[in-house]
């Protein structure tokens, strides 16, 4: 098994950055790809970036791409969320994902078979 810590969330206001990252722990060496997520009440789950664990390929949704880096560190087992120039509507819960078959790209939801508990991100205006 494979888990997953969140950490880096918390209250900014708009325009400002924040970095999340997510720590690995387990059995690593499984790790295929990994992803980050978000979510809002009553929505679903949303991609946003990923990227091949060996490789550092990345991977990003259209409505982050530019403004998201994605990035990982595989030697401390952490992987990082660079969020810029931040706006109200990115106020949601963030998760961290793992997946330990042969996806790509990695923003198939349904694919990731390890989650983190989340962490909370709040833009106020």
């Known amino acids: 098994q494979v888990q997953l810590v969140e950490s880096g969330g918390g209250l900014v206001q708009a325009g400002d950055s924040l970095r999340l990252s997510c720590t690995a722990s387990?059995?690593?060496?499984?790790?295929?790809?990994m992803g980050w997520f978000r979510q809002t009440p009553g929505n679903e789950r949303e991609f946003l970036a990923g990227?091949?664990?060996?490789?550092?390929?990345?991977y990003y949704a259209d409505s982050v791409r530019g403004r998201f880096f994605i990035s990982r560190d595989n030697t401390k087992n952490i992987m990082y969320l660079q969020m810029n120039s931040l706006k109200p509507e990115d106020t949601a819960v963030y998760y961290c994902?793992?997946?330990?078959?042969?996806?790509?790209?990695?923003?198939?939801?349904?694919?990731?078979?390890?989650w983190g508990q989340g962490t909370q991100v709040t833009v106020s205006s």
């Open positions: 994902a793992g997946e330990d078959g042969d996806m790509w790209p990695p923003n198939q939801t349904d694919a990731y078979g390890f």
């Open positions: 990227l091949s664990w060996s490789f550092g390929r990345t």
């Open positions: 387990g059995r690593t060496s499984r790790i295929n790809v």
